[in-house]
């Protein structure tokens, strides 16, 4: 179980200060939990959040005891990237909790490798229920069975961790295989030389005729 300490939080005390010290603000609250503001250390949070992303249960350490959350949120400074706020939502003892978990894919889909096919996932998280002590952190998806144009996978058909239990409509695709588009050639016309010619010679005419009646007009007139 991932856990965090946290120390109440004075009010009074700014947000930069608490930074400057190596801390980040933070929150926790809950459908019976009170809002109440609290620290944690910034090094030991980054390590948590980088295991725990927002799907995972978090214990909080406070001096009222432990309490299970979840990240519900992260301020993130835009500059430099650096946590400045963070959200826990605390769950009710006893209940589930309905969370959505990101999804990711195993194994190699044969339509892909052999075929030449394109991979559409169209759920990026399957939102689920469980006991907080049951989530799992994401959901593993085997795309082994995919090996037509045209497969797909449902979330029906997920086999789901002991304890938890599917929240969207078991028809609602996760992911499915597309045929690759065929490029169209462009159509190259051939150059038809002999109407080049054609016109060159033509032109070539012209300039010669142009010549001609300017060497004339230039002619003195003997009658003159």
């Given amino acids: 179980m991932l856990t965090l300490k946290a120390e109440i939080r004075d009010i009074k005390i700014k947000p930069t200060e608490i930074r400057k010290a ?8 809950g459908k019976k939990e009170a809002s109440t503001p609290i620290t944690i250390s910034k090094i030991d949070f980054l390590k948590v959040w980088k295991e725990a992303g927002e799907s995972s249960v ?16 992260v301020d993130i ?17 006893g209940h589930k909790v309905e969370v959505a978990l990101p999804i990711e894919f195993t194994g190699a889909a044969p339509a892909v490798k052999d075929l030449g096919g394109v991979l559409v996932q169209v759920l990026h ?13 994401n959901i593993s998806i085997d795309i082994s069975s995919l090996a037509n144009f045209g497969d797909q ?26 045929a690759p588009r065929e490029e169209k050639e462009e ?12 016109e060159k010679k033509g032109k070539e005419e012209e300039t010669s005729e142009a010549e001609t009646s300017e060497v004339k007009s230039e002619a003195p ?3 003159s």
Avoid: C, W
Wanted: net charge negative.
């Fill in 221 to 223: 007139n003997p009658k």
């Fill in 58 to 73: 978090i214990t909080l350490q406070t001096t009222d005891g432990p309490k299970e959350s979840l990240i519900k949120d």
């Fill in 77 to 93: 400074d835009p500059v430099s990237g650096a946590p400045r706020h963070a959200d826990f939502y605390v769950f009710e003892k």
């Fill in 153 to 178: 996978i449902l979330a029906g058909q997920v086999t789901l961790p002991h304890g938890v239990e599917l929240k969207v409509a078991p028809e609602e695709v996760i992911v499915t295989i597309s």
């Fill in 22 to 29: 190596g801390q980040v603000p933070a929150v926790f609250y």
């Fill in 125 to 137: 998280e399957l939102k689920v229920e469980a006991m907080p002590k049951d989530l799992p952190h």
């Fill in 187 to 198: 159509e190259v016309v051939p150059i038809d030389l002999s109407s080049i010619e054609v």
